[in-house]
């Protein structure tokens, strides 16, 4: 494709504020690790935004810079954190409790994280039923919630005296919920957060209310909340980014590389049994069904979308695929994805694939929460609102535009990302074509 004119983006001038939505072990993972990051103790390895390269133009230019020195993104020093949590702990406390980071690396980066004390959280136990904290605001209206929560973003922008903030939702999984007739227009949502409407939950007041202050939102996790059509249509009508949902960190994420390359030779897939024993808060609030609905119909859809059964039916039409969280105490953040795959081959015969993936949930998932939230700042001051698809790359069930299938091929996802970073900047979209060097 052609060159374009360079989109016009507002530099990434003062200091850019985070704020999250729950104060477990994935925020205090990510914070403690910008943190040592900012100290050079560590690295921070797994971030696209701090370790990719983006090729330009052909192969033999020899032009591959690092995305954090093509686009103008957010340095590191200027990221200031704010949190909600339904407990007190602070931000070096709630680190220990999680029990993630190992305490000599925590004590180096102690001033910062325990600066963090969250504010009182908006909670609802119908929408997360296995887990109970103190801290939690005065009772009142969801509306009352929503103008709260429109406070403590004023103040904290106030205090900290940021230039710009983003949203991140890091809290639990709520328990699962379709679109009701109060997610349909602002004045029923409205008319709803005044009347306590039961439909709709502590993560779309957060949304709401950060929408309305203007703030870019981001959910990391797999309930509904942005994709309720009030909520994209704010986005859209205020001309601010959102994106999600449900960071793709373990099992999905294995699911993601290796179902299109099956698909790629066109091998068959019979069934693919997927489980994981896991003993953070996130397990234990995944024990509850409801909350376990949410997280089940996230981690169903990559496949299903990723394999096309209706354009494939010789090879994908009766795949069983089964999906199971255990929560299981001891391991902790430590957490086992076990898949098996059944697959055949030419003439139909049988094979199998098995895989176990020992990983660590907030290890895979804090440099996720890093680039969200650097790219949702840098697409605000590109000017690009409403979903954004092309950060489709971090999430389990990708947003889209209504009527649009999600793409889950996280090669196709990466490229889609990158080509809208050359897009960004006027370069040449990268096709892969190749004919341009036998011509």
Known sequence: MSHKETVRIAPADGKLGVLIPGMGAVTTTFIAGVEAVKRGLAKPIGSVTQF????????????????????????????????????????????????????????????????????????????????????????????????????DIRKFQESSGVARTVMIWCGSTEVFHKPAAVHATLKDFECGLQKNDPEISPSQIYAYAALKMGVPYANGAPHLTVDAPVLTQLARDHKIP??????????????TLIAPGLK???????????????????????????????????????????????????LYKNVYHKVRINYYPPRGDAKEGWDNIDIFGWL??????????????????????????????????????????????????????????????????????KNTLRWMRGENLITHLGLEYYD
């Open 348 to 417: 139909g015969y049988p094979m199998q694939i098995k895989i176990d993936f020992l990983c660590r949930d907030s290890i895979l998932a804090a440099p996720l929460v890093l680039d969200l939230v650097l790219f949702m700042d840098l697409a605000q001051r590109a000017g690009m609102s409403g979903v954004q698809e092309w950060l489709s790359f971090y999430f389990k069930a990708p947003m889209t535009a209504p009527g649009l299938y999600p793409e889950h091929d996280i090669f196709i996802q990466l490229m889609k990302l």
């Open 264 to 314: 790629s030779r066109m091998l068959g897939v019979s069934g693919w049994f997927s489980t994981n024993i896991l003993g953070n808060r996130d397990g234990e609030v995944l024990d509850d069904p409801g909350s376990f609905k949410s997280k089940e119909e996230s981690k169903l859809s990559a496949l299903e979308q990723i394999l096309q059964p209706e354009l494939y039916p010789d």
């Open 52 to 151: 990719s390269t983006v090729r330009l133009g052909k192969r033999t230019e020899g032009r591959s810079p690092k995305i954090k020195d093509f686009v103008p993104l957010a340095g590191l020093e200027d990221l200031t954190f704010g949190a909600w949590d339904i407990f007190e702990e602070n931000g070096y406390e709630a680190a220990l409790n999680a029990g993630v980071l190992e305490r000599p690396l925590l004590d180096q980066v102690r001033e910062p994280l325990a600066a963090i004390r969250p504010m009182p959280a908006v909670f609802d136990s119908e929408y997360v039923k296995r887990i109970h904290g103190p801290n939690l605001k005065p009772k009142g209206s969801k509306m009352d919630y929503a103008q709260m929560l429109m406070d």
């Open 242 to 255: 959102i994106c999600g949902k449900d960071f793709k960190t373990g099992q999905t994420f294995m699911k």
